[in-house]
């Protein structure tokens, strides 16, 4: 196994729609019920990017086998230096360090973007994210309990975070004003 991470292309729409649709389908770490089409996929790549933000894929190969994205954690002005991530490996794929890679790549990615901290919303409080983000130095920000219905269970959010780059110790821009 050769694993690298690059930048998504629109090429990788395919691949990436049936990563998230598995997960989609079969397990609770997303809230969503029915996968997103591919032209829905294709603009949330087209929206990341155009914003500037990173949304990377790890490839084996050729084979796309995970991606990562971060977009602003919320859309009004005053969280433009603070994203969400998002990541999801191939279902047969996991366990194998590519969250890992992935994950590390993203952290480096969004501080180059200039976001100052990153937060991991995590559905159903899935015990390998929160390790796998555990493991790259987030910190336990918060849960709360059954926030969504889905697989016949309550499930609960995982909130965690990490300063990226001077975090919260200087100004976001050099003259220190907003």
């Given at each position: 196994?050769?694993?690298?991470?690059?930048?998504?292309?629109?090429?990788?729409?395919?691949?990436?729609?049936?990563?998230?649709?598995?997960?989609?389908?079969?397990?609770?770490?997303?809230?969503?019920?029915?996968?997103?089409?591919?032209?829905?996929?294709e603009?949330?790549?087209?929206?990341?990017t155009?914003?500037?933000?990173?949304?990377?894929?790890?490839?084996?190969?050729?084979?796309?086998?995970?991606?990562?994205?971060?977009?602003?954690?919320?859309?009004?002005?005053?969280?433009?230096?603070?994203?969400?991530?998002?990541?999801?490996?191939?279902?047969?794929?996991?366990?194998?360090?590519?969250?890992?890679?992935?994950?590390?790549?993203?952290?480096?990615?969004?501080?180059?973007?200039?976001f100052?901290?990153?937060?991991?919303?995590?559905?159903?409080?899935?015990?390998?994210?929160?390790?796998?983000?555990?493991?790259?130095?987030?910190?336990?920000?918060?849960?709360?309990?059954?926030?969504g219905?889905?697989?016949?269970?309550?499930?609960?959010?995982?909130y965690?975070?990490?300063?990226?780059?001077?975090?919260?110790?200087?100004?976001?821009?050099?003259?220190?004003?907003?």
């Amino acid at each position: 196994m050769t694993l690298t991470v690059r930048p998504a292309t629109l090429k990788d729409v395919g691949a990436i729609a049936d990563i998230y649709a598995h997960h989609v389908l079969h397990g609770t770490a997303t809230y969503e019920i029915v996968p997103p089409s591919l032209a829905d996929t294709e603009a949330t790549i087209e929206t990341v990017t155009g914003r500037g933000w990173p949304f990377l894929v790890a490839c084996d190969g050729l084979e796309v086998v995970g991606y990562a994205y971060a977009t602003q954690f919320r859309d009004r002005p005053a969280y433009a230096y603070a994203c969400e991530n998002s990541i999801y490996i191939a279902h047969d794929r996991r366990g194998a360090g590519i969250g890992k890679l992935l994950l590390v790549a993203l952290l480096q990615a969004a501080e180059a973007c200039g976001f100052r901290r990153m937060v991991a919303v995590i559905g159903g409080g899935e015990p390998a994210s929160v390790a796998l983000h555990g493991s790259c130095g987030f910190e336990h920000a918060g849960r709360l309990t059954g926030m969504g219905w889905k697989a016949g269970q309550w499930l609960d959010t995982v909130y965690m975070q990490i300063a990226l780059g001077d975090g919260t110790a200087t100004a976001p821009d050099a003259l220190g004003t907003d």
